[in-house]
């Protein structure tokens, strides 16, 4: 069974996820509700970009391009308390300021693996039941 976790003051239970410290955000965000959906709908629109122009960097060779984004987006990542999506980030951005871009496919594809699984647990958590009520 899941392990649940208590997250904040109105009494909301997050699932714990191995993606992303719920608790953390929940935290960071004052427990704020439409903080939390407005937050998580910019990182819905820029994620994918920046993921985009990542892979442009990697098949045209453009290592400061690759660090550019991969810094970018792993600041978008910190913001969550991604881990693994954070690490992913930070290893495409030392292997861009290295001149490495060649061969950062799977590494590209690690991080969008991560960022799907976080995407989930954040869309989760952005549906989740109203204020005040407990997620079992």
Known sequence: ??????????GLVFLKSDHFDAETLWRRLDHDR??????????????????ARIEE??????????????????????QFAARAAVAAAQELEEKAENGLV?????????????IDLLREGLNAMVCGPPDGQKVL
């Open 34 to 51: 439409d903080l939390l959906r407005e937050v998580v709908a910019v990182f819905a629109v820029e994620a994918p970009q920046l993921l």
């Open 57 to 78: 960097g990697i098949r045209g060779g453009s290592a400061g391009d690759v660090k550019r984004a991969s810094h970018k987006l792993k600041g978008s990542l910190l």
């Open 1 to 10: 069974m899941p392990e649940e976790r208590n997250a904040g003051k109105q």
């Open 102 to 114: 060649a061969g950062a496919a799977p590494l590209l594809n690690r991080l969008r693996h991560e």
